[in-house]
Protein backbone atom coordinates (compact mmCIF):
# COMPACT_ATOMS: atom_id res chain seq x y z
CA UNK A 1 0.00 0.00 0.00
CA UNK A 2 1.21 3.81 -0.59
CA UNK A 3 0.77 6.48 1.80
CA UNK A 4 -1.07 9.00 1.21
CA UNK A 5 -1.27 11.14 4.16
CA UNK A 6 0.29 12.05 7.77
CA UNK A 7 -0.82 13.03 10.83
CA UNK A 8 1.00 13.34 14.39
CA UNK A 9 -0.81 12.73 17.07
CA UNK A 10 0.33 13.28 20.74
CA UNK A 11 -1.49 11.25 23.83
CA UNK A 12 -1.50 11.99 27.10
CA UNK A 13 -2.55 9.69 30.04
CA UNK A 14 -2.37 10.10 33.87
CA UNK A 15 -4.04 8.49 36.97
CA UNK A 16 -4.64 11.57 38.66
CA UNK A 17 -5.43 10.38 42.27
CA UNK A 18 -8.08 12.81 42.95
CA UNK A 19 -9.67 11.71 46.07
CA UNK A 20 -10.22 14.54 47.87
CA UNK A 21 -9.73 14.04 51.74
CA UNK A 22 -7.78 11.43 51.26
CA UNK A 23 -5.33 12.23 48.40
CA UNK A 24 -2.37 14.44 49.49
CA UNK A 25 -1.63 17.62 48.03
CA UNK A 26 -5.17 17.40 45.48
CA UNK A 27 -6.13 20.74 45.36
CA UNK A 28 -2.62 21.98 44.38
CA UNK A 29 -1.84 19.12 42.07
CA UNK A 30 -5.03 19.46 40.24
CA UNK A 31 -3.84 23.13 39.52
CA UNK A 32 -0.59 21.56 38.46
CA UNK A 33 -2.03 19.34 36.22
CA UNK A 34 -4.09 22.03 34.98
CA UNK A 35 -1.03 24.41 34.15
CA UNK A 36 0.99 21.58 32.31
CA UNK A 37 -1.79 20.71 29.99
CA UNK A 38 -2.78 24.07 29.21
CA UNK A 39 0.61 24.12 27.56
CA UNK A 40 1.55 21.31 26.34
CA UNK A 41 0.60 20.70 22.73
CA UNK A 42 -0.68 16.95 23.60
CA UNK A 43 -3.87 16.30 20.90
CA UNK A 44 -5.73 13.72 22.86
CA UNK A 45 -5.68 13.29 27.38
CA UNK A 46 -7.08 10.61 28.86
CA UNK A 47 -7.30 10.65 32.61
CA UNK A 48 -8.40 8.56 35.17
CA UNK A 49 -9.20 8.81 38.94
CA UNK A 50 -10.94 12.25 38.60
CA UNK A 51 -13.27 11.44 41.04
CA UNK A 52 -14.79 14.95 41.72
CA UNK A 53 -17.10 16.54 38.85
CA UNK A 54 -15.77 19.86 40.04
CA UNK A 55 -12.54 19.11 39.58
CA UNK A 56 -13.47 17.72 36.11
CA UNK A 57 -15.18 21.07 35.40
CA UNK A 58 -11.89 22.98 36.61
CA UNK A 59 -10.05 21.14 34.09
CA UNK A 60 -12.31 21.82 31.51
CA UNK A 61 -12.36 26.02 31.77
CA UNK A 62 -8.20 26.01 32.44
CA UNK A 63 -8.28 23.52 29.04
CA UNK A 64 -10.92 25.37 26.99
CA UNK A 65 -8.94 27.39 24.75
CA UNK A 66 -6.29 24.64 24.00
CA UNK A 67 -8.45 21.45 24.32
CA UNK A 68 -12.10 23.06 23.36
CA UNK A 69 -13.72 19.42 22.87
CA UNK A 70 -14.44 17.11 26.20
CA UNK A 71 -16.43 14.66 27.74
CA UNK A 72 -16.81 12.98 31.33
CA UNK A 73 -18.40 9.68 32.26
CA UNK A 74 -20.62 9.13 35.01
CA UNK A 75 -20.90 5.71 36.71
CA UNK A 76 -21.45 4.05 40.46
CA UNK A 77 -21.44 5.94 43.34
CA UNK A 78 -18.77 8.11 42.85
CA UNK A 79 -18.19 8.63 39.25
CA UNK A 80 -16.15 5.91 36.99
CA UNK A 81 -13.23 8.95 37.74
CA UNK A 82 -12.74 9.08 33.95
CA UNK A 83 -12.02 11.92 31.47
CA UNK A 84 -11.13 12.98 27.95
CA UNK A 85 -9.97 16.23 26.55
CA UNK A 86 -9.31 17.16 22.74
CA UNK A 87 -8.41 19.04 20.44
CA UNK A 88 -10.66 17.25 17.86
CA UNK A 89 -13.96 17.31 18.01
CA UNK A 90 -16.36 14.27 19.82
CA UNK A 91 -18.49 13.24 17.25
CA UNK A 92 -20.37 10.51 20.10
CA UNK A 93 -19.15 9.27 23.32
CA UNK A 94 -20.30 5.70 25.21
CA UNK A 95 -19.75 4.23 28.40
CA UNK A 96 -19.53 0.55 29.42
CA UNK A 97 -19.61 -0.55 32.67
CA UNK A 98 -18.09 -3.27 34.00
CA UNK A 99 -20.00 -6.02 35.26
CA UNK A 100 -17.69 -7.18 38.01
CA UNK A 101 -15.81 -4.46 40.13
CA UNK A 102 -14.98 -6.04 43.54
CA UNK A 103 -17.12 -5.94 46.45
CA UNK A 104 -19.03 -3.43 48.88
CA UNK A 105 -17.65 -4.60 51.71
CA UNK A 106 -14.33 -3.83 51.28
CA UNK A 107 -14.96 -0.31 51.43
CA UNK A 108 -11.38 0.65 52.19
CA UNK A 109 -10.44 -0.48 48.82
CA UNK A 110 -13.42 1.47 47.71
CA UNK A 111 -13.59 0.14 43.66
CA UNK A 112 -16.40 -1.14 44.19
CA UNK A 113 -18.22 2.39 44.63
CA UNK A 114 -16.38 3.97 41.81
CA UNK A 115 -18.09 2.01 39.23
CA UNK A 116 -15.37 1.12 37.06
CA UNK A 117 -15.65 1.20 33.45
CA UNK A 118 -14.51 1.81 29.99
CA UNK A 119 -15.33 5.44 28.02
CA UNK A 120 -15.13 5.70 24.37
CA UNK A 121 -15.06 8.61 21.79
CA UNK A 122 -15.09 9.09 18.53
CA UNK A 123 -13.06 11.54 17.29
CA UNK A 124 -12.28 12.48 13.50
CA UNK A 125 -8.57 13.35 13.10
CA UNK A 126 -8.31 14.80 9.64
CA UNK A 127 -9.86 12.08 7.35
CA UNK A 128 -9.04 9.13 9.58
CA UNK A 129 -11.92 8.03 12.17
CA UNK A 130 -10.79 6.92 15.71
CA UNK A 131 -12.41 5.29 18.18
CA UNK A 132 -10.33 7.06 21.78
CA UNK A 133 -10.85 4.42 25.02
CA UNK A 134 -9.97 5.35 28.41
CA UNK A 135 -10.64 2.84 31.25
CA UNK A 136 -9.46 2.07 34.65
CA UNK A 137 -9.45 -1.55 36.16
CA UNK A 138 -9.57 -2.63 39.19
CA UNK A 139 -6.58 -2.62 41.45
CA UNK A 140 -4.50 -5.25 42.43
CA UNK A 141 -3.44 -4.75 46.41
CA UNK A 142 -1.82 -7.78 47.15
CA UNK A 143 0.24 -9.68 44.52
CA UNK A 144 0.83 -13.00 46.59
CA UNK A 145 -2.87 -13.04 46.99
CA UNK A 146 -4.60 -11.28 44.88
CA UNK A 147 -8.47 -12.27 45.52
CA UNK A 148 -9.70 -9.89 42.80
CA UNK A 149 -8.08 -11.71 40.25
CA UNK A 150 -11.11 -13.06 38.59
CA UNK A 151 -12.65 -9.68 38.52
CA UNK A 152 -9.79 -8.26 36.68
CA UNK A 153 -9.83 -10.91 34.21
CA UNK A 154 -13.21 -10.66 33.65
CA UNK A 155 -12.66 -6.93 32.89
CA UNK A 156 -9.65 -7.51 30.51
CA UNK A 157 -12.11 -9.97 28.81
CA UNK A 158 -15.41 -7.14 28.74
CA UNK A 159 -12.80 -4.40 27.58
CA UNK A 160 -11.78 -6.72 24.50
CA UNK A 161 -14.85 -7.46 23.57
CA UNK A 162 -16.11 -3.36 23.75
CA UNK A 163 -13.26 -2.76 21.62
CA UNK A 164 -13.60 -5.64 19.18
CA UNK A 165 -17.54 -4.51 18.79
CA UNK A 166 -17.10 -1.14 18.62
CA UNK A 167 -14.22 -0.39 16.37
CA UNK A 168 -15.13 -2.43 13.68
CA UNK A 169 -15.36 0.89 11.30
CA UNK A 170 -13.25 2.65 13.05
CA UNK A 171 -9.66 3.81 11.08
CA UNK A 172 -7.56 4.16 14.42
CA UNK A 173 -7.91 2.57 17.91
CA UNK A 174 -5.84 4.15 20.78
CA UNK A 175 -6.27 3.10 24.17
CA UNK A 176 -5.24 4.75 27.46
CA UNK A 177 -5.29 4.17 31.38
CA UNK A 178 -4.41 2.41 34.55
CA UNK A 179 -4.92 -1.03 33.29
CA UNK A 180 -3.23 -2.43 37.06
CA UNK A 181 -1.50 -5.29 35.14
CA UNK A 182 2.10 -6.15 34.73
CA UNK A 183 2.92 -6.68 30.45
CA UNK A 184 2.98 -10.22 31.24
CA UNK A 185 0.07 -10.86 33.31
CA UNK A 186 -2.82 -13.26 31.87
CA UNK A 187 -5.18 -9.74 31.52
CA UNK A 188 -3.06 -7.88 29.73
CA UNK A 189 -2.35 -10.72 27.21
CA UNK A 190 -5.96 -11.38 27.00
CA UNK A 191 -6.21 -7.89 25.80
CA UNK A 192 -3.33 -7.44 23.61
CA UNK A 193 -4.11 -10.64 21.92
CA UNK A 194 -7.76 -10.11 21.18
CA UNK A 195 -7.65 -6.74 19.87
CA UNK A 196 -4.28 -6.88 18.41
CA UNK A 197 -3.27 -3.35 20.16
CA UNK A 198 0.35 -2.81 20.66
CA UNK A 199 1.98 -1.37 23.44
CA UNK A 200 3.60 2.11 22.70
CA UNK A 201 6.48 1.75 25.11
CA UNK A 202 7.21 -1.88 23.11
CA UNK A 203 7.07 -0.35 19.79
CA UNK A 204 8.36 3.65 20.38
CA UNK A 205 11.38 5.01 18.42
CA UNK A 206 12.86 6.57 21.05
CA UNK A 207 11.64 6.56 24.70
CA UNK A 208 12.32 9.23 27.90
CA UNK A 209 11.45 8.30 31.29
CA UNK A 210 11.63 5.63 33.93
CA UNK A 211 13.65 2.55 33.55
CA UNK A 212 11.36 -0.27 32.01
CA UNK A 213 8.77 2.10 31.61
CA UNK A 214 7.71 1.87 34.73
CA UNK A 215 4.49 4.27 35.78
CA UNK A 216 4.43 3.33 39.72
CA UNK A 217 7.93 4.23 40.66
CA UNK A 218 9.51 3.36 43.82
CA UNK A 219 11.10 7.38 44.44
CA UNK A 220 7.43 9.07 44.44
CA UNK A 221 6.68 10.50 47.09
CA UNK A 222 2.96 9.34 47.76
CA UNK A 223 4.29 5.92 47.42
CA UNK A 224 5.04 3.52 50.11
CA UNK A 225 7.63 1.74 49.08
CA UNK A 226 5.47 -1.42 51.13
CA UNK A 227 3.06 -1.93 48.32
CA UNK A 228 5.42 -2.24 45.54
CA UNK A 229 7.36 -5.40 46.88
CA UNK A 230 8.60 -7.41 45.77
CA UNK A 231 9.07 -4.65 42.97
CA UNK A 232 12.27 -2.16 44.28
CA UNK A 233 12.01 -0.24 41.27
CA UNK A 234 8.02 0.15 40.56
CA UNK A 235 6.26 -1.64 38.42
CA UNK A 236 4.41 -0.72 35.02
CA UNK A 237 0.62 -0.87 34.94
CA UNK A 238 -0.42 2.11 32.96
CA UNK A 239 -0.60 2.00 29.21
CA UNK A 240 -1.26 3.63 25.62
CA UNK A 241 -2.11 1.00 23.34
CA UNK A 242 -2.99 1.68 19.68
CA UNK A 243 -4.11 -0.16 16.15
CA UNK A 244 -4.01 0.70 12.83
CA UNK A 245 -6.23 -0.74 9.94
CA UNK A 246 -6.39 -1.42 6.36
CA UNK A 247 -6.83 2.16 6.15
CA UNK A 248 -4.25 3.83 8.29
CA UNK A 249 -0.95 2.28 9.81
CA UNK A 250 0.34 3.85 12.92
CA UNK A 251 3.50 4.13 14.68
CA UNK A 252 4.74 5.70 17.86
CA UNK A 253 7.81 7.92 17.15
CA UNK A 254 8.25 9.05 20.64
CA UNK A 255 7.25 8.33 23.89
CA UNK A 256 8.17 9.68 27.57
CA UNK A 257 7.21 9.24 31.17
CA UNK A 258 7.99 11.86 34.19
CA UNK A 259 10.56 10.73 36.73
CA UNK A 260 8.70 11.67 40.03
CA UNK A 261 8.72 15.20 41.36
CA UNK A 262 7.76 18.17 39.14
CA UNK A 263 10.50 20.46 39.04
CA UNK A 264 10.12 23.56 40.80
CA UNK A 265 7.49 21.77 42.35
CA UNK A 266 8.60 19.56 46.37
CA UNK A 267 6.19 17.06 44.54
CA UNK A 268 4.74 14.92 41.12
CA UNK A 269 1.49 15.27 39.73
CA UNK A 270 0.02 11.65 40.94
CA UNK A 271 1.10 8.67 42.52
CA UNK A 272 1.14 7.47 39.01
CA UNK A 273 3.76 8.93 36.70
CA UNK A 274 2.25 10.89 32.73
CA UNK A 275 2.40 9.17 29.76
CA UNK A 276 3.09 10.77 26.83
CA UNK A 277 2.98 8.89 23.17
CA UNK A 278 3.66 11.11 19.87
CA UNK A 279 1.99 8.96 17.35
CA UNK A 280 2.19 9.11 13.26
CA UNK A 281 -1.20 8.04 11.49
CA UNK A 282 -0.51 7.17 7.85
CA UNK A 283 -3.28 6.60 6.02
CA UNK A 284 -3.22 4.22 3.23
CA UNK A 285 -4.34 4.09 -0.87
CA UNK A 286 -4.75 0.42 -2.43
CA UNK A 287 -1.41 -0.51 -3.98
CA UNK A 288 -1.47 -4.39 -3.33
CA UNK A 289 -4.11 -7.05 -4.04
CA UNK A 290 -5.96 -8.69 -1.14
CA UNK A 291 -4.64 -11.61 -1.90
CA UNK A 292 -0.98 -10.34 -1.26
CA UNK A 293 -1.36 -9.06 1.68
CA UNK A 294 -3.16 -12.49 2.43
CA UNK A 295 -0.07 -14.69 1.61
CA UNK A 296 1.93 -11.85 3.77
CA UNK A 297 0.04 -12.12 6.96
CA UNK A 298 -0.78 -15.80 6.31
CA UNK A 299 2.42 -17.40 8.07
CA UNK A 300 1.43 -14.91 11.49
CA UNK A 301 -1.93 -15.46 11.45
CA UNK A 302 -1.83 -19.08 12.54
CA UNK A 303 0.62 -18.59 15.12
CA UNK A 304 -1.21 -15.96 16.43
CA UNK A 305 -4.64 -18.06 16.40
CA UNK A 306 -2.82 -20.85 18.56
CA UNK A 307 -1.56 -18.39 21.03
CA UNK A 308 -4.90 -16.58 21.45
CA UNK A 309 -6.48 -20.24 22.03
CA UNK A 310 -4.00 -20.64 25.17
CA UNK A 311 -4.77 -17.33 26.39
CA UNK A 312 -8.01 -17.57 26.37
CA UNK A 313 -7.86 -21.18 27.97
CA UNK A 314 -5.99 -19.77 30.84
CA UNK A 315 -8.30 -17.04 31.46
CA UNK A 316 -11.23 -19.81 31.34
CA UNK A 317 -9.33 -21.90 34.20
CA UNK A 318 -8.95 -18.90 36.08
CA UNK A 319 -12.58 -17.68 36.05
CA UNK A 320 -13.56 -21.35 36.99
CA UNK A 321 -11.23 -20.32 40.00
CA UNK A 322 -13.40 -17.47 40.97
CA UNK A 323 -16.56 -19.08 40.66
CA UNK A 324 -16.11 -21.96 42.95
CA UNK A 325 -14.68 -18.27 45.61
CA UNK A 326 -18.08 -17.08 44.83
CA UNK A 327 -20.26 -20.56 45.53
CA UNK A 328 -18.38 -21.12 48.61
CA UNK A 329 -18.72 -17.23 49.97
CA UNK A 330 -22.73 -17.40 49.30
CA UNK A 331 -22.75 -21.19 50.61
CA UNK A 332 -21.19 -19.32 53.86
CA UNK A 333 -23.90 -16.57 53.59
CA UNK A 334 -26.68 -19.46 53.52
CA UNK A 335 -25.82 -21.07 56.40
CA UNK A 336 -25.13 -18.40 58.63
CA UNK A 337 -28.38 -16.52 57.07
CA UNK A 338 -30.22 -19.97 58.29
CA UNK A 339 -27.91 -19.72 61.76
CA UNK A 340 -29.95 -16.15 62.70
CA UNK A 341 -33.08 -17.37 61.31
CA UNK A 342 -33.29 -20.09 63.88
CA UNK A 343 -31.82 -17.85 66.37
CA UNK A 344 -34.56 -15.48 66.10
CA UNK A 345 -37.24 -18.19 66.12
CA UNK A 346 -36.27 -19.62 69.27
CA UNK A 347 -36.01 -15.80 70.80
CA UNK A 348 -39.77 -15.52 69.81
CA UNK A 349 -40.47 -18.92 71.19
CA UNK A 350 -39.12 -17.38 74.36
CA UNK A 351 -41.13 -14.18 73.72
CA UNK A 352 -44.31 -16.34 73.45
CA UNK A 353 -44.01 -18.03 76.53
CA UNK A 354 -45.33 -15.21 79.06
CA UNK A 355 -48.37 -15.81 76.63
CA UNK A 356 -48.80 -19.43 76.59
CA UNK A 357 -48.30 -19.60 80.71
CA UNK A 358 -50.35 -17.09 82.00
CA UNK A 359 -48.66 -15.41 84.76
CA UNK A 360 -45.28 -16.56 83.97
CA UNK A 361 -42.44 -13.66 83.89
CA UNK A 362 -40.70 -13.10 81.04
CA UNK A 363 -37.26 -15.10 81.50
CA UNK A 364 -34.72 -12.43 80.39
CA UNK A 365 -34.23 -9.12 80.97
CA UNK A 366 -36.32 -6.58 78.26
CA UNK A 367 -33.30 -5.00 77.10
CA UNK A 368 -31.00 -8.27 76.48
CA UNK A 369 -34.04 -9.24 74.62
CA UNK A 370 -34.27 -6.28 72.50
CA UNK A 371 -30.47 -6.24 71.70
CA UNK A 372 -30.57 -10.05 70.79
CA UNK A 373 -33.63 -9.49 68.48
CA UNK A 374 -31.66 -6.68 66.68
CA UNK A 375 -28.42 -8.63 66.22
CA UNK A 376 -30.34 -11.23 64.64
CA UNK A 377 -32.31 -8.60 62.39
CA UNK A 378 -29.06 -7.73 61.38
CA UNK A 379 -27.73 -10.78 60.71
CA UNK A 380 -30.73 -11.96 58.57
CA UNK A 381 -29.94 -8.32 56.36
CA UNK A 382 -26.44 -8.80 55.78
CA UNK A 383 -26.77 -12.58 54.49
CA UNK A 384 -29.48 -11.74 52.51
CA UNK A 385 -27.73 -9.01 50.41
CA UNK A 386 -24.36 -10.75 50.53
CA UNK A 387 -26.76 -13.85 49.26
CA UNK A 388 -28.07 -11.50 45.94
CA UNK A 389 -24.15 -9.62 45.79
CA UNK A 390 -22.53 -13.66 45.37
CA UNK A 391 -25.75 -14.52 43.50
CA UNK A 392 -25.01 -11.62 40.88
CA UNK A 393 -21.24 -12.45 41.45
CA UNK A 394 -22.12 -16.01 40.25
CA UNK A 395 -24.05 -15.06 37.13
CA UNK A 396 -21.45 -12.55 35.47
CA UNK A 397 -18.77 -14.89 36.42
CA UNK A 398 -20.95 -18.07 34.73
CA UNK A 399 -21.55 -15.66 31.48
CA UNK A 400 -17.67 -15.04 31.34
CA UNK A 401 -17.07 -18.53 31.25
CA UNK A 402 -19.78 -19.21 28.76
CA UNK A 403 -18.20 -16.71 26.42
CA UNK A 404 -14.63 -17.82 26.50
CA UNK A 405 -16.14 -21.62 25.90
CA UNK A 406 -17.63 -20.47 23.08
CA UNK A 407 -14.86 -18.51 21.71
CA UNK A 408 -12.18 -21.28 22.59
CA UNK A 409 -14.04 -23.41 20.08
CA UNK A 410 -14.58 -20.79 17.72
CA UNK A 411 -10.92 -19.91 17.49
CA UNK A 412 -9.83 -23.94 17.00
CA UNK A 413 -12.15 -24.37 14.42
CA UNK A 414 -10.81 -21.57 12.86
CA UNK A 415 -7.04 -22.88 13.21
CA UNK A 416 -8.17 -26.44 11.78
CA UNK A 417 -8.59 -24.11 8.77
CA UNK A 418 -4.82 -22.83 8.95
CA UNK A 419 -2.34 -25.04 6.90
CA UNK A 420 0.67 -26.55 8.79
CA UNK A 421 3.38 -23.97 9.19
CA UNK A 422 6.54 -23.69 11.47
CA UNK A 423 6.40 -20.86 14.11
CA UNK A 424 8.80 -18.17 13.76
CA UNK A 425 9.57 -14.98 15.73
CA UNK A 426 10.82 -11.78 14.63
CA UNK A 427 13.27 -9.99 16.44
CA UNK A 428 13.00 -6.06 17.29
CA UNK A 429 15.63 -3.53 18.18
CA UNK A 430 14.78 -1.70 20.94
CA UNK A 431 14.26 2.07 21.40
CA UNK A 432 16.86 4.58 21.15
CA UNK A 433 17.62 5.68 24.46
CA UNK A 434 17.02 1.58 25.96
CA UNK A 435 19.20 -1.28 27.18
CA UNK A 436 18.00 -4.72 25.48
CA UNK A 437 17.02 -5.46 29.23
CA UNK A 438 14.37 -3.27 28.87
CA UNK A 439 12.19 -5.60 26.88
CA UNK A 440 12.74 -8.90 29.06
CA UNK A 441 9.72 -9.71 29.74
CA UNK A 442 8.36 -8.48 32.97
CA UNK A 443 7.04 -11.04 36.27
Not at 25 to 33: L, N, S, T, V
Not at 212 to 232: H, R, V
Not at 276 to 305: C, F, I, M, W, Y
Amino acid sequence: MAHSDSVSVRVFSLNCWGIHYLSKQCGQRYAMIGEMLSKEEHDIVLLQEVWSEKDYLFLKQKLACCHPHSHYFKSGVIGSGLAIFSKHRIHDTFLYRYSLNGYPYMAHHGDWFGGKAVGMAILSIGSLTANVYVTHLHAEYCRDKDSYLPHRVVQAWELQQFIRHTSAAADVVILGGDLNMHPQDLGNRLLKASTGLRDSYLETAKFDGCEDGITLIADNPFISKKTLIPFEKGIRIDYILFKGSSKADIYCDFMSTTKGSVPDHPFPYSDHETLTAELRLEALTPAETESDRTSKNQDSAAGKVAELVDIVTEARTEVKVGLHCAERMRYTATRTGVMGLALLVLELAIAAVPWLALGAEQPFPRTSFYMLAALCFAILLTTSLLYIFYTMELKSLQGAEDQMRLAVGSLQEKLRGFPLAQPHSTQRKPPEGLEPSAFDPEE
